[in-house]
């Protein structure tokens, strides 16, 4: 693995998983994701954990769709690894702990999603910007957000693309764990890895299991939901011209 993702797992069977891509953020280039997906499957088949805490930079937990591979897809080419991570993540064994201390933007919020047990920062900006790029959700958002942000947040997260300060949707109230000032986000999800690696690893396997059932169920139908708007927006003459404009701010 190289620096871009960083894997440590401590001999109490938890896991933590970083994003740690500074130069660019955390964005989902594809030599990003390749190391990200290969880190999943690592610690699915070589360690095996307890729990997974899934972090990223101080100032950015993940900040989503690189600028390319938007292009590309409106140049009709297929990039379909954004929506493997979300499927991974569904689908591990162990349950996974989102800590965002920093900003999750589009895809890196509906990673959050994608795990069991989610904690944010009051001091960072959450938020589902696809619509503001000119094209509709994918990596299963339009199925699995409303799940973390209560369905009518959700909604306007997607439609506006406006992002949320932590403190912000603590105020609203949300499905999220636990919106605490940044420095206390990481000493929270150890302390709940910590729990949960006090238990049986075949109890916490099996609960596993059937609580990520219904998540399975609602990427399956948002494979095929988004794959068609995305088929449609994409192909917009707009489209293209709105990511170029987005990414020049």
């Known amino acids: 693995m190289s620096k871009k993702i960083i894997i440590k797992v401590e001999e109490n069977g938890i896991a933590y998983?970083?994003?740690?891509?500074?130069?660019?953020?955390?964005?989902f280039a594809d030599d990003f994701l390749d190391e990200l997906v290969q880190g999943i499957d690592e610690l699915e088949n070589k360690y095996q954990p307890k729990v997974c805490v899934l972090h990223g930079l101080e100032d950015v937990f993940c900040a989503g769709a690189e600028k390319k591979n938007l292009?590309?897809?409106?140049?009709?080419?297929i990039h379909v690894k954004d929506l493997v991570v979300s499927e991974k993540l569904v689908g591990t064994s162990f349950p996974v702990i989102a800590a965002m201390e920093g900003h999750a933007v589009g895809g890196g919020l509906v990673m959050a999603a994608c795990c069991d047990i989610v904690i944010a920062a009051r001091e960072?900006?959450?938020?589902?910007?696809?619509?503001?790029?000119?094209?509709?959700?994918?990596?299963?958002?339009?199925?699995l957000l409303s799940g973390l942000m209560g369905p009518f947040i959700a909604n306007e997260m997607m439609f506006t693309g406006r992002l949320f300060k932590g403190k912000e949707l603590a105020?609203?109230?949300?499905?999220?764990?636990?919106?605490?000032?940044?420095?206390?986000?990481m000493p929270?999800?150890?302390?709940?890895?910590?729990?949960i690696s006090e238990k049986n690893i075949k109890s916490i396997y099996l609960l596993k299991y059937a609580l990520s059932a219904r998540k399975k169920k609602l990427l399956i139908d948002a494979r095929v939901?988004?794959?068609?708007m995305h088929r449609m927006s994409f192909a917009f003459p707009e489209?293209?011209?709105?990511?170029?404009?987005?990414y020049n701010r």
Do not use: W
């Not at 939901?225 to 068609?228: I, L, Q, W």
């Open 71 to 77: 292009t590309d897809l409106c140049d009709g080419k």
């Open 239 to 246: 489209t293209k011209r709105t990511i170029e404009e987005f």
């Open 225 to 228: 939901h988004e794959d068609f």
């Open 188 to 195: 929270k999800a150890k302390d709940i890895a910590g729990q």
């Open 17 to 27: 998983l970083k994003m740690n891509d500074v130069q660019r953020k955390n964005v």
């Open 171 to 185: 105020d609203k109230g949300t499905n999220i764990n636990y919106i605490l000032p940044k420095t206390e986000v």
């Open 124 to 143: 960072s900006r959450y938020g589902a910007v696809f619509m503001s790029l000119g094209f509709t959700p994918g990596m299963g958002c339009t199925q």
